[in-house]
């Protein structure tokens, strides 16, 4: 298994980056349609995909912390490696707080979460009446909830941020750094 050189990234980093990404890009979105349009059928769907891309962004957290940030393929100003760097963190700890805040919202709420319909926390169902749910902690859960709200608003900002700054890469500076991330050697 091949770390990351400032030439090339290794096949785990591209995996990751894209698993990750393009699975947290998918959650966003289902998750603002879901909250405009009250499509509750999609819920069990996006906890399940929430829940699982937890391990893989914990297994992509493991792997930038032995591999280290990467290298800039090019020279750029302050200012663009602080904002760089805001985004990479804001990305990297967005990515572990968003689908640990929906399960803690869903745990703590009552509501229980399944994966593909296993039973990972159960339903806390009142006795005397089995289609409403008794919330363990309304406390936890309601900070729970407004954390995945703004985390989500949060995490599409950056998730723009990272887009238009690879483009800019790409179109402006010419620099190899989309290449790279698709597996080509700069």
């Excluded at 030439?7 to 879901?34: D, N, Q």
């Excluded at 663009?80 to 709420?109: C, D, N, R, T």
């Amino acid at each position: 298994m091949n770390l990351d050189t400032p030439k090339r990234f290794s096949h785990v980093t591209i995996a990751l980056h894209w698993l990750v990404g393009l699975t947290i890009i998918g959650l966003l979105a289902v998750g603002v349609y879901m909250a405009e349009t009250e499509t509750y059928s999609l819920y069990p769907w996006h906890k399940s995909f929430g829940f699982l891309i937890f391990f893989v962004v914990l297994l992509r957290v493991a792997w930038r912390i032995k591999n280290g940030w990467p290298t800039p393929v090019g020279q750029y100003s302050k200012i663009e490696q602080i904002l760089a760097k805001v985004v990479h963190w804001v990305l990297i700890v967005g990515s572990v707080l968003m689908p640990l805040s929906g399960f803690l919202m869903s745990a703590f709420g009552g509501t229980g979460v399944e994966v593909f319909g296993i039973e990972v926390v159960a339903r806390n169902a009142d006795p005397n009446n089995p289609n409403e749910v008794i919330a363990h902690s309304k406390a936890i859960a309601s900070f729970a909830h407004s954390l995945h709200h703004w985390l989500g608003e949060v995490l599409i900002a950056a998730v723009v941020l990272h887009v238009l700054g690879a483009i800019k890469h790409h179109v402006v500076d010419k620099d190899g750094t989309i290449r790279r991330m698709l597996g080509a050697t700069v």
